[in-house]
Every structure is written in structure tokens, then in C-alpha cells.
């Protein structure tokens, strides 16, 4: 079934990262992944293509076989009918794929960044999801699909999925949670620091707030009133459904408003710069779409099936930030310094500072073709993240 050389490579390390996957579920996803990345897209009739040449077999044998992947039991050709054990339950692999990203971790960081978000496909899917946040990138490591115009709330499927990956992470971890403000729920907040992880939830300025052993309530637009600001402090949030908690808040240049986040950590010891860390997801959603999978121009219209399919684009998404990753943190040597001081490339150096040029997920894309051009066998790699963001000094309400 696997001919192509580096398509069993890639299918041996899935299936060492994922053992709990039989045989053929990780035999699909090694295919749906592996053409993914070569096709830069998660559309069946172009990853079938691909495959079917590779492997040199039929179009509609590969067709067949990568659709039956993501189906769920009763539709697939040949399975008897109510056999469980031929569909795949992706829930399942949720604390598995996180313990795959947290191996290729440096053994000595403990820092983990989290965000959780919502994303819509039209009016078709809205994709409730976790990510691991690593170098202006994002890797979904638990998600929920429901319909776009589907009523009901989303509670139930965030307390699922926080459920499926809370045995992936021991206690010696450092695990903040961020989450923009149309998420914000009191619940949200309480669920995180149930398993031991840090809220990072980003409030509205509306409302008040009320120093710990003081009566006065506070609006919480004045906590920080410019640019250039930040605040910590131990406080309770709101009049209606009090929160205890320490706010945060800072109020970088350049930016319309400050951010006002609501975490548990000690005053002394939450930064509330590490909410920029959350932005990332942003960038991912480009990955998911324009830049990767192509994701916003799928004809899946069954959650489920789009649930299955996921869990194939996080694994390619794993893949290239991996290989990106490396190469973004060890850039290549430089003869810079040796230069002549009136060299031209130290003249125009100074006038501009171009930093990152590509994303490192766009840079494992790269990478990984060129590498497989080259001859080189596939190499996973190791993840390196960045430092989180170093604290501005803090301006403390004694009033």
C-alpha cells in the first residue's frame, strides 16, 4: 500500500509518536499528512492524486481508501455494519499528539503556552480548538467541530476537550491558558485552574473591580489610562458573578487599547506581556489556509468527517513547524561582522531590520521539499520555543 520510500519513513514515525493508532488508521494518516505537505493542500481529489502517482496505483483506489480514513464505520465499503473498531475515534489521540509535541520539548523548559479559540468556515463549521503556541505559530492539539449555524452552548465541548488533554501534562509543568475576550466565562476560568494550568483570559473594560481589603469599586477602563503602562494586582472582577483572581494589565505602544487579563498566578509572578504569546493563533489559521492545507475550501460538511480530517492537518502542521523551527533557530552563519564598517550590506543593515521573513511553518514547507530533493531521509527534529516575554515595571493601585 505505501510503495514511495519517504511516505514509509514518515509512516514509521507516526506510528512511533502515535502507537495507539492499528495499522491502517496509521497508514491513513501518514498518507493524508505526507500528501498534505507535498501537495500543500487537504483537498481529497488533489492528495489522492498525488498519492495514486507516487504509489503507483489507481485514482480511485487511493480515493477510495483516504475517504474511508475519515468516515465513520458504517460507511465504509467491506466493514460490516456497527464495527467500532474500524472508525476512528480522534478524541482519543488528543492527549497522545500532546505528548508527542511536549517529547520533542527541551527536557529542561517546563513552560507550556496554551490558547484556546473559535473559527468559523462560513456558515458550514465552527471549530472550537487548544493550541500549543510555538515560535508565531500554533499546533492544534484538541478540537471540536459543530456546524456553523448549530444552537447550543459551548461549554460541554471546551470541558471535553480540556478533559482529553489534562493526562498528557504532569505537575511539573507551567501551563498558561490564554483566551481573547468573546471567550471570557467564569466557568472557563475556574475549569483552568481545576487541572492545575493558569488562566490567561483576556477581560472586556467594561465593568469594575475591587481591590483585595477595600470596599470601593473601581472602573476597569482606569486601570491603565496610557501607553507604556502596566498593573498587577490582586482584585475581585465585576459586581455581577464575582471573580477572585490578580489582574493584570498593560498598555503597549501602538496599540488602541490596553489588556486587561485575569489570571491566578501571584501578582509578582504573572507578566502580562505573555498574553501577546495568544496572537500566534492568529497566524496559524494563515497556516491552516492560504499558506498550508488550504482548510476554508474543503466540501466536508459532516463534523465529524471534518473532525477526522483535522487530525491529519494537525499532524502536518506538527511536521512543518518542527523542521521550520529548527532552521529559524539556528540561522545560518554570518560573515557580517568581518565586513569592512562602510560596507554597503552594514549601511543598508542599519536603515532596515527585516527580522523573520518567513513563518517557520512556511520554512518547514520549504525544508521538507527540498530535503526529499536532495535525498535526505525525513527527520523529525526537536521543537525549540522561545523565551516568553520579559516583564515591563509595574505600576501598583494603592489608592
Not at 480540556?162 to 475556574?190: N, Q, T
Not at 498587577?232 to 498598555?251: E, H, Q, R
Amino acid at each position: 500500500m505505501l510503495k514511495n520510500h519517504y511516505l514509509k519513513q514518515w509512516m514509521s514515525i507516526v506510528s512511533y509518536h502515535l502507537p495507539e493508532l492499528t495499522l491502517p488508521q496509521a497508514s491513513g494518516l501518514a498518507t493524508w499528512s505526507f500528501g498534505m505537505v507535498m501537495t500543500q493542500s487537504s483537498s481529497l481529489t488533489r492528495v489522492s492524486h498525488f498519492i495514486a502517482t507516487l504509489n503507483q496505483e489507481k485514482f480511485n483506489t487511493v480515493r477510495q481508501r483516504l475517504k474511508e480514513w475519515y468516515q465513520e464505520a458504517q460507511a465504509k465499503s467491506g466493514v460490516r455494519r456497527g464495527n467500532k473498531r474500524a472508525e476512528l475515534q480522534v478524541s482519543q489521540y488528543f492527549a497522545p499528539l500532546l505528548r508527542w509535541v511536549l517529547n520533542l520539548w527541551p527536557s529542561h523548559v517546563k513552560q507550556l503556552p496554551l490558547a484556546i479559540d473559535a473559527t468559523n468556515i462560513g456558515q458550514t463549521f465552527t471549530v472550537l480548538s487548544i493550541n500549543v503556541l510555538y515560535r508565531s505559530c500554533a499546533i492544534p492539539v484538541a478540537w471540536k467541530v459543530v456546524r456553523g449555524t448549530e444552537k447550543g452552548a459551548w461549554k460541554p465541548h471546551w470541558q471535553e476537550l480540556f478533559e482529553s488533554i489534562k493526562p498528557a501534562v504532569s505537575s511539573e509543568w507551567m501551563v498558561i491558558v490564554c483566551a481573547d475576550r468573546g471567550l471570557y466565562a467564569d466557568w472557563l476560568y475556574h475549569q483552568i485552574v481545576s487541572q492545575g494550568w493558569h488562566p490567561f483570559l483576556r477581560i472586556n473594560h467594561q465593568g469594575t473591580y475591587q481591590l483585595d481589603e477595600q470596599t470601593q469599586w473601581q472602573r476597569l477602563a482606569d486601570v491603565v489610562d496610557k501607553p507604556g503602562l502596566s498593573y498587577s494586582a490582586p482584585v475581585t472582577c465585576f459586581k455581577t458573578n464575582p471573580l477572585g483572581c490578580t489582574l493584570l494589565a498593560c498598555w503597549q505602544p501602538g496599540y488602541q487599547d490596553p489588556w486587561l487579563i485575569v489570571t491566578d498566578l501571584a501578582p509578582e509572578v504573572g507578566n502580562p506581556l505573555w498574553y501577546g504569546l495568544r496572537s500566534w493563533i492568529e497566524c496559524s489559521y494563515r497556516d491552516f489556509k492560504s499558506d498550508g492545507w488550504q482548510w476554508h475550501k474543503t466540501r466536508l460538511r459532516d463534523p465529524l468527517r471534518a473532525e477526522r480530517h483535522w487530525l491529519a492537518m494537525a499532524v502536518a502542521t506538527l511536521w512543518m513547524v518542527t523542521v521550520g523551527g529548527g532552521a529559524d533557530s539556528a540561522p545560518p552563519e554570518s560573515l557580517f561582522e568581518q565586513l569592512p564598517q562602510g560596507h554597503i550590506a552594514k549601511q543598508r543593515s542599519r536603515r532596515s531590520d527585516r527580522g523573520r521573513q518567513l513563518s517557520c511553518f512556511l520554512q518547514g514547507l520549504l525544508n521538507v521539499v527540498a530535503n526529499l530533493l536532495n535525498g535526505q531521509p525525513i527527520v523529525l527534529g526537536r521543537l525549540f520555543p522561545q523565551s516568553w516575554p520579559s516583564c515591563w515595571p509595574v505600576v501598583s493601585n494603592t489608592s
